[in-house]
């Protein structure tokens, strides 16, 4: 249960999720890295390219971290659990406390996680619709509503010539083996505790 | 089970056996045999080809970039001639370049390219290049493809046996083709003889930065030396140079010059003259020459006049300067990839003859001298010779080496490329070519470790090898492969310009290494904007700058007042793109230099001297986006008496 939630110190290093564009022009893609504290490019000058190509179809430019409150609360946010997970391990290693705070530290990352995630999809659906009336390019669905731009949660979608993909980074993936460590520690004090009491 | 998988398996076998005989056949065929040359110098769409070619553009002025297999061309750098294509010698920034003692010279025959080298091999860090006709060395950085560095040579007339650079790139050697007085002065010219010199210039290379710096001259006799290679190995410190004209005639030369049976391979031995030079050895002449350096962060040439040039009298060093008689006006001069055979070709015969520098070196040692010309002495031809090659082609010109054992020559009159062996001196193959090659060049075929898989011969007579395009038309050049015993002639392809030598190298080498952008970050040009809010126009006199800024697609500002007829008007233009390959384009009406193309991170500057009262435009001449068209934008120009203010913006009504 001590080393789960250290785990979780990798995003403070790693970035949570990444977005890739490709395009005929592009054979090198350009990309982003979402960390929990902004956004930066995965080569040095891609997030001003990525800005140079939206304003042709009037989005918005990229957040700088302090254009968003996430980005500051984020890293506050993933301390304090942290914290919270180490002190329920320790005190769980000194028996001071049972495999339910265990449960219970994995289900309110969870609640936080699938929030974060939440407010993530928010922020791109504004990203990708609310667009600049005064676009160079305005562009329609067959079906004649104009087009939106939001790049997906996770996989891949065809925007215009842009093969766009995203996925989780290694940020998340050490966050998800993290929370499983934890949840593996509250199976196992379950376990236990189910061998004492019989 | 498994014996129905060995069954499965043999049959594949078998089937695999049966295809491969069928494949063989057909090779025989003469059908077959084009399409493996076709594949041979087939670089499918999206592949990249294996070595990268350097063909010097002759009286182009310009080096030109060619893949191989595929001879595909890639680029043209400008070096020494004015390039409209993207400013280079139109820019306020390039014209320095381009300056020399005899002011600005707009041209140049460039002939012989060096890829710099370390330890005998090539390192891909510069390629060296010399201006014949105002005699020049230019460095070119193999990292942004662009002239770096462009220094004139003194007391010189076409330089021709250059730029050949020493094995660790210690220096660049520049021969004068043509002896002329020295100093330059008024006289006879039929009193040449004993009075012209001849001046081989060395010239040294920083090894960090590259920057040249004419550390001596050798005035020679006043022979015409027309080539020159390096020693390299037991030979390093030696540079040799054929010559003609040893009969110093100034007149009728193609007669009077080719009577001497014997010329001279001029061996000189640079380590005891720089010894000699580093111990205040030399005599120091005023002289005037232009040396143009360019700042990859000013993005701008800097030309310096100097004004002093170390001479050295060759008598004056002992056991520095030998002569080799070589047969029939030799023309190439090459030295074989262990430094021991120095190959002069007498382009006026069939043979090559093969000097040995371990005889030359024990002839020296024995004093086996046959006299001396001019207080040089001259060692006796048997003594040196090490072997001839009897090839029964005529008028041979180069030799380059395969790294394998051979040789391969070409004959110019013979129109021939042939293959012999170093040491045996026998011919192994020949192959034609269309027409009259002159210099033929393999990938560090002129270092240590040639990468002996093909060779290009570069030709002088184009006539029915493509279609015709009226009387003038680019040379032809052939790729063959020569990783077999017999050559195969697998391509033709056009070349650009005259190309005379070239020099080439493994792909990997260069290709990691070439910049992508300049970062606009270390942009420090003094006329650079690195932000949009800093553009503007500004009056000194009747000087205009304009510190204008572009970005897909527009330029800041694009719109101008308050210019004046009789104004002389800088257009300082900073590409602010950090994207690979997103140049902006900068023209105007009435231009009369050239567009300029500008690349990521760049500051270029156009002057324009408007002469007419109007509105006029400029737009960008690269397509860099979408919306290309629209990147445009006006200037207003008013009688030179207006008093209408400088004003400027960008997207205000």
Redesign the interface.
């Known amino acids: 249960m001590i080393v789960g939630p250290l785990f979780l110190l990798g995003l403070y290093f790693f970035p949570l999720w990444r977005i890739m564009l490709g395009a005929p022009q592009y054979p090198d893609p350009l990309g982003m890295n979402i960390h929990i504290n902004g956004i930066a490019g995965v080569n040095e000058f891609d997030i001003q390219n990525i800005d140079g190509l939206n304003h042709y179809i009037g989005m918005k430019t990229l957040p700088k971290p302090e254009e968003m409150w996430e980005f500051s609360t984020f890293p506050v946010i993933i301390g304090v659990m942290i914290g919270l997970g180490v002190l329920i391990g320790l005190l769980g290693y000194m028996k001071k406390v049972n495999h339910k705070w265990f449960l219970g530290w994995f289900i309110l990352m969870s609640v936080l996680g699938i929030l974060g995630m939440y407010d993530f999809n928010a922020w791109m659906v504004d990203y990708g619709t609310n667009l600049d009336p005064n676009a160079i390019m305005k562009l329609a669905n067959p079906d004649g509503t104009p087009m939106t731009y939001k790049p997906p949660l996770f996989g891949h979608t065809k925007m215009l010539n842009f093969d766009v993909t995203s996925l989780p980074a290694t940020g998340a993936w050490l966050m998800f083996v993290g929370m499983m460590l934890t949840l593996v520690a509250s199976w196992l004090g379950w376990r236990k505790s189910k061998t004492e009491r019989t | 089970m498994k014996k129905s998988n060995y069954i499965f398996s043999s049959l594949i076998a078998v089937s695999l056996l049966f295809m491969g005989c069928q494949q063989g056949s057909d090779k025989s065929g003469n059908g077959a045999l084009a399409s493996s040359a076709a594949e041979k110098v087939y670089v499918a769409p999206g592949e990249q080809d294996e070595f990268y070619a350097f063909l010097s553009g002759g009286y182009s002025g310009n080096l030109t970039v060619y893949g191989l297999p595929s001879g595909r061309m890639f680029k043209e750098i400008p070096v020494f001639s004015q390039f409209p294509t993207s400013g280079y010698g139109y820019s306020e920034e390039t014209k320095p370049m381009l300056n020399t003692s005899h002011g600005f010279i707009p041209w140049d025959d460039l002939h012989h390219p060096d890829i710099s080298q370390t330890n005998g091999e090539l390192d891909g860090r510069w390629i060296f290049v010399n201006g014949n006709n105002t005699p020049r060395i230019a460095r070119v950085s193999l990292k942004t493809f662009e002239t770096e560095e462009i220094i004139e040579i003194p007391n010189s007339a076409g330089n021709h046996s250059s730029a050949f650079i020493t094995e660790n790139t210690e220096y660049v050697i520049a021969g004068t083709r043509f002896a002329v007085p020295v100093p330059q002065r008024d006289m006879p010219i039929n009193e040449y003889k004993g009075n012209f010199k001849g001046a081989l210039s060395f010239i040294s290379v920083d090894p960090e930065s590259g920057r040249l710096n004419l550390k001596f001259q050798v005035l020679m006799p006043g022979f015409n030396y027309d080539l020159s290679h390096p020693g390299r190995g037991a030979s390093h410190g030696w540079h040799f140079f054929s010559t003609y004209n040893t009969e110093e005639a100034n007149s009728l030369m193609e007669v009077n010059s080719s009577q001497n049976d014997k010329d001279f391979i001029a061996a000189i031995n640079w380590k005891k003259v720089e010894e000699y030079v580093n111990n205040g050895g030399g005599t120091k002449m005023a002289t005037n020459y232009a040396h143009n350096v360019y700042d990859e962060h000013t993005h701008t040439g800097t030309s310096t006049m100097k004004k002093e040039v170390v001479t050295v009298d060759p008598t004056k060093v002992p056991d520095a300067f030998f002569f080799l008689p070589t047969p029939k006006s030799p023309h190439g001069c090459d030295v074989d990839p262990t430094g021991e055979y120095i190959i002069g070709a007498g382009k006026l015969s069939a043979d090559l003859t093969i000097h040995s520098f371990t005889k030359m070196l024990d002839a020296i040692e024995n004093k086996k001298f046959d006299g001396e010309a001019y207080g040089i002495p001259i060692l006796k031809y048997e003594d040196v010779m090490a072997g001839v090659v009897k090839s029964g082609g005529l008028g041979p010109l180069h030799t380059e080496f395969d790294g394998k054992g051979n040789a391969y020559t070409t004959f110019f009159i013979s129109s021939e490329v042939v293959k012999w062996e170093v040491g045996s001196w026998e011919v192994i193959d020949r192959k034609p070519t269309y027409y009259s090659v002159g210099h033929l060049m393999i990938p560090g075929g002129n270092s240590r470790k040639p990468f002996g898989k093909y060779v290009v011969a570069m030709n002088k007579i184009t006539k029915d090898r493509y279609l015709p395009t009226g009387p003038e038309m680019e040379h032809s050049a052939q790729i063959y492969d020569i990783s077999g015993d017999k050559m195969q002639l697998i391509y033709d392809f056009p070349t650009h310009g005259e190309p005379h030598y070239a020099a080439g190298c493994p792909a990997e080498l260069l290709a990691s290494n070439s910049q992508k ?1 300049y970062r606009l970050d270390e942009n420090k040009h003094p006329y650079a904007v690195t932000d949009p809010s800093e553009a503007r126009v500004e009056r000194n006199g009747n000087e205009v700058h304009i510190y204008m800024s572009t ?2 697609s527009h330029f800041t500002p694009d719109n101008i007042e308050g210019i004046k007829v009789g104004d002389k008007v800088y257009f300082h233009i900073t590409n602010h ?4 390959d997103v140049p902006h384009g900068f023209s105007i009406i009435g231009q009369n230099t050239s567009e300029l193309l500008i690349m990521p991170g760049q500051t270029k500057t156009s002057l324009w001297e408007p002469k007419q009262v109007g509105v006029w435009p400029f737009y960008c001449t690269d397509f860099c ?3 290309h068209q629209e990147m445009q934008g006006y200037v207003r120009v008013s009688p030179a008496s207006s008093n209408i203010e400088l004003s400027w913006s960008l997207g205000e009504d």
């Open positions: 952008i970005i897909r793109e950090q994207d690979f986006s979408a919306l």
